[in-house]
């Protein structure tokens, strides 16, 4: 009698043991989730070369209006509210130009998405200087601790209207247009980048003097060129958009939106 009391309590303290541990590990992973979703911010970040389109996007989001801009020479900060969630969030907009654009690292703790906004019409003579401050992105990302949740990245072609495109209007094809012609001149410029640097020579000869020549950021799957599917960082986005100068987009069709794909992903996004 007495050896199966001991037996059974044995087994009750086996088994209270066994619950405990279950408790334990279950409240780690508790806050260690908690934490990893602590560890990513909440806020976009709007980067982009000068003259790239990104005010008057900021512009147009939040007062559904597309208001006349300058050059902006500091960064803004804007509260927008997203149409369809009716979600709250953060803007930052960081000046495209050399001497203020690496503020953005700033706010990478803070930030959920990174839109990098490029003008389609003009990235074939602007390609070498805006990959370079598309270079300072990726390696700013491949550079954040295990800990932080890096922010999605989406790469947006805009000023889609201004390309000249076989149809006679602005529709989808025109789009497509504008995003394939960002991206294949980016993965070009960007692959160049990569060669210099794998070679030893540096990259203060492909862009603003007095670059960096030691980022990293570039990595891709295989051995072949730089390629954004294949970017070891994570996954890359792109979209394409327009905007109307003062047209109101609340009275215009969503289809007729030319920001209407980038609403769409900030509301999945966000």
Same mark, same amino acid.
């Given at each position: 009698?007495?050896? $199966?009391?001991?037996?059974?309590?044995?087994?009750?303290?086996?088994?209270?043991?066994?619950?405990?541990?279950?408790?334990?590990?279950?409240?780690? *992973?508790?806050?260690?989730?908690?934490?990893?979703?602590?560890?990513?911010?909440?806020?976009?970040?709007?980067?982009?070369?000068?003259?790239?389109?990104?005010? +008057?996007?900021?512009?147009?989001?939040?007062?559904?209006?597309? @208001?006349? =801009?300058?050059?902006s020479l500091q960064p803004n900060t804007s509260i927008v509210v997203l149409?369809?969630?009716?979600?709250?969030?953060k803007v930052v907009d960081i000046p495209g130009h050399p001497r203020i654009?690496?503020?953005? +690292?700033?706010?990478?703790?803070?930030?959920?998405?990174?839109? *990098?906004?490029?003008? $389609? #019409?003009?990235?074939?003579?602007? %390609?070498?200087?805006?990959?370079?401050?598309?270079?300072?992105?990726?390696? $700013?990302? =491949?550079? @954040?601790?295990?800990?932080?949740?890096?922010? =999605?990245?989406?790469?947006?072609?805009?000023?889609?209207?201004?390309?000249? =495109?076989?149809?006679?209007?602005?529709?989808? $094809?025109?789009?497509?247009?504008?995003?394939?012609?960002?991206?294949?001149?980016? !993965?070009?410029?960007?692959?160049?980048?990569?060669?210099?640097?794998?070679?030893?020579?540096?990259?203060?000869?492909?862009g603003e003097e007095g670059e960096r020549s030691d980022m990293g950021g570039?990595?891709?799957?295989?051995?072949?060129?730089?390629? *954004? !599917?294949?970017?070891?960082?994570?996954?890359?986005?792109?979209? %394409?958009?327009?905007?109307?100068?003062?047209?109101?987009? !609340?009275?215009?069709?969503?289809?007729?939106?030319?920001? #209407? +794909?980038?609403?769409?992903?900030?509301?999945?996004?966000?």
């Amino acid at each position: 009698m007495a050896k $199966a009391q001991s037996a059974y309590n044995v087994n009750s303290f086996l088994l209270i043991g066994s619950f405990s541990v279950a408790i334990l590990c279950l409240a780690i *992973f508790v806050i260690l989730a908690k934490r990893k979703t602590a560890s990513r911010g909440t806020a976009l970040l709007l980067l982009g070369p000068p003259d790239a389109g990104k005010t +008057s996007i900021l512009s147009t989001i939040v007062y559904s209006q597309t @208001l006349p =801009t300058h050059t902006s020479l500091q960064p803004n900060t804007s509260i927008v509210v997203l149409p369809e969630s009716k979600k709250s969030i953060k803007v930052v907009d960081i000046p495209g130009h050399p001497r203020i654009r690496d503020q953005f +690292s700033e706010h990478l703790s803070d930030s959920r998405a990174i839109v *990098f906004v490029v003008d $389609a #019409s003009t990235i074939s003579r602007n %390609g070498p200087a805006v990959a370079e401050h598309l270079h300072n992105i990726l390696h $700013a990302l =491949t550079s @954040l601790p295990p800990s932080q949740t890096p922010p =999605t990245l989406l790469i947006l072609a805009h000023k889609a209207d201004l390309l000249k =495109t076989p149809a006679s209007s602005l529709t989808a $094809a025109s789009v497509d247009f504008a995003i394939n012609r960002v991206k294949t001149i980016l !993965e070009r410029e960007l692959e160049k980048r990569r060669l210099a640097q794998s070679g030893g020579v540096g990259v203060e000869g492909l862009g603003e003097e007095g670059e960096r020549s030691d980022m990293g950021g570039l990595d891709c799957a295989g051995n072949g060129a730089f390629r *954004f !599917e294949e970017w070891e960082g994570g996954e890359i986005t792109f979209l %394409g958009s327009y905007v109307k100068p003062g047209k109101n987009s !609340e009275d215009e069709e969503k289809s007729d939106n030319g920001l #209407s +794909s980038f609403q769409d992903w900030l509301v999945e996004t966000l």
